[in-house]
């Protein structure tokens, strides 16, 4: 199973970007899907998480600027950002609870799948 993160890239301050997370392999099911950030120096944070269901927690700093989505035919989570500062600098990462089936058919069910990150540069 992999989690590919896409959409990251340079962007001016005050614009936007929507980042994307797509689960993939012999996925039964994905509990919990969130977003997480690092800047450089600075501990990893949570941004934003979301249930099966479509419950959404954010940090609350950020709650006013991102919004966080799935789409659950599509084993995706988005990350839509608007107003980026350049403090949202960071590397990105989507993390995953996910139920699959390994090479052997044994069913697996694993919390805190990590994506490879995208980057996201705000600055003008």
């Known amino acids: 199973v992999q989690l590919q993160a896409s959409g990251g890239g340079l962007v001016q301050p005050g614009g936007s970007l929507k980042l994307s997370c797509a689960a993939s392999g012999r996925i039964l099911n994905i509990g919990d899907m969130g977003w997480y950030r690092q800047a450089p120096g600075k501990q990893r944070e949570m941004v934003a998480s979301?249930?099966?269901?479509?419950?959404?927690h954010y940090a609350d700093s950020l709650k006013a600027r991102f919004t966080i989505s799935r789409d659950n035919a599509k084993n995706t989570v988005y990350l839509q950002m608007s107003s980026l500062k350049p403090e949202d600098t960071a590397v990105y990462y989507c993390k995953a609870d996910l139920t699959f089936r390994d090479s052997h058919d044994i069913t697996i069910a694993q919390k805190d799948n990590w994506g490879q990150g995208t980057q996201v540069t705000v600055s003008s």
């Open positions: 979301i249930t099966w269901g479509g419950r959404a």
